[in-house]
């Protein structure tokens, strides 16, 4: 959860009402699903974090409609059963690491809408670095997976 109150307290409420309700063992707050929102974010960057999700989506196959927010409950056995040093990402892609280890293990993910807010101070982290990690790092993983696969056949 971003400290700044971009993620908004209430929708951290609903996404542990959800979660103590066992609805799943990964509960999402979404942006993109029916009931998300964005507010204050320029064109440029909504565009970027749609098409960013949805390329992620397609090349893992991972049914969450937003893999790169960053307002998520974890049930313990999932942290538990994913090798977190073996994490690669060093960016904001481990979002999207995250839980696609945390669904290829089989747990089960759930998508509370929420609106994120930009931030009033600061600035943004974004980079083309940052871009560069999230555009690399879902093709690594589904290769990884894939040689998985083959080694086990």
Known sequence: ?????SHRPVDLRN???????GVADIVVGSRW???GAVSNWPFRRLLLSRVGNLYARMILGVPQCDL??????WRRKVLESIDLDAIEAENYAFQIEMSWRGW????SIYEVPITFVERAHGV???SGRVVGEALVLPWRLRLQQRAETLHKV
């Open 1 to 5: 959860m971003d400290a700044d109150f």
């Open 15 to 21: 996404m542990l009402e959800a979660a103590c309700r």
């Open 104 to 107: 290829k293990h089989g747990f």
């Open 68 to 73: 790169t927010g960053g307002l998520k409950c």
């Open 33 to 35: 699903i029916p009931g």
């Open 124 to 126: 943004s982290k974004m």
